[in-house]
């Protein structure tokens, strides 16, 4: 598979997909929705990683949907947007951590994208903005996706007024969890992944899809997905070694 | 050079139900159930309506005991009443008439004849009296599926012949209806209906008449076949289901399909249309985990166990034709079809449009 838009780097455990359309501020084309949804299928299937992370090329996160995808004499097309949505939820069910490494700016569908992911490191220089409100158009399912992050009010102040957030602030409203110097977004991200630990890929599908739902779901209809979900994770063979180890050393928790 | 196989297609779906529905608060009310645990059943059953033939209260306002030979008496009768109107209007949604017929199947598991269901509808029908039958009766709620193989081997067998499937389950005279606290899950659960489906072999035959039946996988889970059956207690039957069950079939449920898809090279993903059977909430829930579907997925699923409740065998041919009805299956579109039942048994088909 030969990426035009995207290049993946594989290293252990961890997978990289760097947007890499400097040139454009790593701006979202129909090419690379198409080449995104294709590598996260390969990286389901091989399932060789564990963890995914994602950043830009030339100290651009992602600059938002590209407008030159957009044919100036043409009527415009819905289509676009499903599915470049239909790939941010792939990436939201792949059984893998996911992480997004924010360097320069990070706006409207680029915001979207770290969204998607279970964690958001950024540079102090980076920046975060939904600027679509001000542009007369949408920011995507943003408006799904946000409100969850910083909560209803924080999410429509900073979209329709499209304004630009500062890593710092991103940090204090819970859109980024570690900020880090200009050189040291690698360490950061090193850091990240160490955070998670040993990672079973059930369990993190299966919580980041509780959590999504959680916002949807009233309280008796979760609670079966939950027992559902929870049901799997106990079949696995990481859960009877844990139970197995537990009995051998006689102690009720894990060893930590 | 040897020609591919014509894939059987499934040409029509046609679905019938006595005209009565009662919601979960009016069989509350009517069987005066004062139990709540029994009463919660019902209430978190996701289940707003089902069509049921239930006997009218008596003077004093309580409901009339059914014995086991009224019981079989109301099933014969509203078999034949909605299983005619279902194969009526499935051959009608394709324009045939019943001595077009080749081949005929029924299932059911909610009433035991002899002879069997199909040698009334023949005769009601207008069926030719050459026609060939079989009955598939106890198999459950997966039998659904297994009905559909069976015509689908004799539609791919015999090129051109039409095969009708009847999936008829008259769930209210299967058992005593009675609101004790062991038979609560099941009275909150089961519906009747009847369904027919349509299914031919003919190379004339495009993906705008209907999706082929491309395989089928099956998986037994032998461990679990005492949690669920019947019971025989007192001459007349009783459904038990284990507590369990929902999540043994959850756990199960990737290696059909798995295998299916694996057989046709084919991933999850590659999937636009999944049909599975109503069985109630939990057993949908530990499907949906299981196999990564989105409450999109199974819409069909769940507003079939709202509006009808588990219909046994027919559930799948009803939310088949709610898929069909929507017509947003495209050429070249894959369809899984999930049945699950007694044995623990659970049936998969693959669809292709």
């Known amino acids: 598979m030969s990426e035009t838009t995207l290049r993946l780097d594989r290293v252990g455990p961890v997978a990289t997909v760097t947007l890499d359309r400097p040139d454009r501020g790593n701006a979202i084309s129909m090419t690379m929705v198409r080449e995104l949804e294709q590598l996260c299928a390969r990286l389901e299937d091989e399932a060789a990683e564990t963890v995914l992370v994602i950043r830009g090329a030339g100290g651009t996160f992602c600059s938002g949907i590209d407008l030159l995808d957009f044919p100036p004499e043409a009527k415009p097309d819905i289509r676009g947007f499903s599915r470049w949505e239909k790939a941010c939820r792939t990436i939201e069910r792949l059984p893998m951590v996911t992480i997004a490494a924010i360097d320069g700016e990070c706006a409207g569908g680029g915001l979207q994208l770290a969204l998607t992911c279970d964690a958001r490191v950024a540079t102090e220089g980076a920046s975060f903005q939904l600027h679509e409100v001000r542009d007369g158009f949408l920011p995507g399912m943003g408006t799904f996706r946000l409100a969850k992050f910083i909560g209803l009010g924080r999410a429509r102040f900073m979209a329709m007024t499209g304004r630009r957030v500062t890593a710092g602030e991103a940090f204090e409203l819970g859109i980024v969890d570690r900020v880090c110097p200009a050189a040291g977004l690698d360490a950061a991200v090193g850091a990240t992944i160490a955070a998670f630990g040993e990672i079973h890929r059930d369990a993190v599908e299966l919580t980041r899809r509780l959590f999504d739902e959680s916002f949807e779901i009233p309280y008796e209809d979760f609670l079966g997905c939950f027992l559902a979900a929870q049901h799997r994770a106990i079949q696995s063979e990481a859960f009877k070694a844990l139970v197995r180890e537990a009995h051998e050393r006689g102690v009720p928790r894990p060893r930590r | ?353």
């Open chain 2, 1 to 353: 050079m040897t020609r591919a196989p014509v894939p059987p297609r499934i040409l029509a779906v046609g679905t019938s139900h006595p005209p009565r529905a009662y919601t979960q608060d009016d069989l509350v009310r009517l069987f005066r159930c004062e139990d709540p645990k029994v009463r919660q059943f019902f209430e978190s059953s996701h289940i707003q309506r089902r069509h049921l033939v239930l006997p009218e209260p008596d003077a004093d306002g309580v409901m009339p005991d059914e014995d086991g030979g009224a019981l079989l008496a109301k099933h014969l009768r509203v078999s034949l009443e909605i299983g005619r109107e279902a194969v009526e209007r499935c051959l009608e949604a394709n324009r045939r008439t019943a001595v077009e017929v080749d081949f005929f199947a029924t299932t059911t598991s909610t009433g035991f004849l002899c002879p069997g269901l199909t040698a009334y509808l023949i005769e009601a029908l207008g069926m030719r009296s050459s026609v060939h039958r079989a009955d598939i009766v106890g198999m459950g709620c997966n039998a659904g599926m297994n009905g559909l193989l069976t015509v689908a081997s004799f539609a791919a067998a015999n090129p051109g012949r039409a095969a009708l499937l009847l999936a008829c389950e008259v769930c209210s005279a299967a058992y005593v209806f009675e609101l004790t606290a062991r038979a609560g899950v099941v009275n909150s659960l089961f519906g009747d209906g009847a369904a027919a489906v349509l299914v031919v072999a003919d190379e004339r035959l495009t993906a705008a008449d209907g999706p082929a039946v491309l395989g089928f996988e099956s998986h037994i889970v032998h461990a679990a076949r005492d949690e669920m059956r019947f019971d025989f207690e007192n001459g007349r039957f009783s459904f038990y289901l284990g507590w369990e069950i929902p999540y043994l079939i959850g756990e199960h449920i990737r290696t059909p399909v798995l295998r299916l898809l694996d057989r046709f090279g084919l991933k999850r993903r590659d999937i636009s249309h999944w049909v599975v059977h109503s069985g109630g909430k939990k057993v949908v829930d530990a499907i949906k985990y299981n196999l990564g579907l989105t409450e999109h997925d199974v819409r069909h699923t769940r507003s079939v166990l709202r509006d009808f409740g588990n219909i046994s065998s027919a559930s799948i041919l009803f939310s088949l034709e709610k898929l069909t009805r929507e017509r947003i299956a495209g050429e070249g579109d894959y369809g899984v079809v999930i049945a699950m039942g007694p044995g623990v048994s659970i049936e998969t088909g693959l669809l292709r449009w």
